[in-house]
T-cell receptor, first 112, second 116 residues
Framework: KNQVEQSPQSLIILEGKNCTLQ??????????LRWYKQDTGRGPVSLTI?????NTKSNGRYTATLDADTKQSSLHITASQLSDSASYIC???????????FGRGTSLIVHP | DAGVIQSPRHEVTEMGQEVTLRCKPI?????LFWYRQTMMRGLELLIY????????DSGMPEDRFSAKMPNASFSTLKIQPSEPRDSAVYFC??????????????FGQGTRLTVV
């Protein structure tokens, strides 16, 4: 069964600090992995997408990594800001499919 | 483009009533998805349309749920009769599909449904 597990479930950090969120998946065959940011009361917004051949992708202060061999991904946030407070969702799509598998998300709170 | 537009943003209804959620996808997108999000289960795909045709509705919980896409610019998700366990945030998303390649899915702001 395709699964996406995220950790930690929740995280509280101080403004300006860095943090790393983890995503492990069992989806096979693999097509792509996305990280979404979901602000409270809003729909998810894509931060990065990586295919099998990519192992790093950056979007401003967000850097995603992918290890397709171990089926792990991480999202690193540098110099966190209050606006980074949100839920971060890892989504993996199988090859040749339109049906993604969603992780439960990591809830990040950035305190001043 | 204004993005994916969903209405209403909030809906409170009594158990047993019919509820209709509406979605206008991004112009030019040929794929539309309805999702449900709850604290317990996270995001779940309910149904997927491609070129206005339902391709996969295996995620629809039961016969009380139905979805239509009469044209490329409008879709509805209907629950009849509604039950308290249907309370959730319902998202509509659209994307472009060409062959086996899928572009990013853009989500609407969601409809928060509360069934009392």
């Amino acid at each position: 069964k395709n699964q996406v597990e995220q950790s930690p479930q929740s995280l509280i950090i101080l403004e300006g600090k860095n943090c790393t969120l983890q995503c492990n998946y069992t989806v096979s065959p693999f097509s792509n992995l996305r990280w979404y940011k979901q602000d409270t009361g809003r729909g998810p917004v894509s931060l990065t997408i990586m295919t099998f051949s990519e192992n790093t992708k950056s979007n401003g202060r967000y850097t995603a990594t992918l290890d397709a061999d171990t089926k792990q991904s991480s999202l690193h946030i540098t110099a966190s800001q209050l606006s980074d407070s949100a839920s971060y969702i890892c989504v993996v799509t199988p090859g040749g499919s339109y049906i993604p598998t969603f992780g439960r998300g990591t809830s990040l709170i950035v305190h001043p | 483009d204004a993005g994916v537009i969903q209405s209403p943003r909030h809906e409170v209804t009594e158990m047993g009533q019919e509820v209709t959620l509406r979605c206008k996808p991004i112009s030019g997108h040929n794929s539309l998805f309805w999702y449900r999000q709850t604290m317990m289960r996270g995001l779940e795909l309910l149904i997927y349309f491609n070129n206005n045709v339902p391709i996969d509705d295996s995620g629809m919980p039961e016969d009380r749920f139905s979805a239509k896409m009469p044209n490329a610019s409008f879709s509805t998700l209907k629950i009849q009769p509604s039950e308290p366990r249907d309370s959730a945030v319902y998202f509509c998303a659209s994307s472009s599909h060409s062959g086996t390649a899928y572009t990013e899915a853009f989500f609407g702001q969601g409809t928060r449904l509360t069934v009392v």
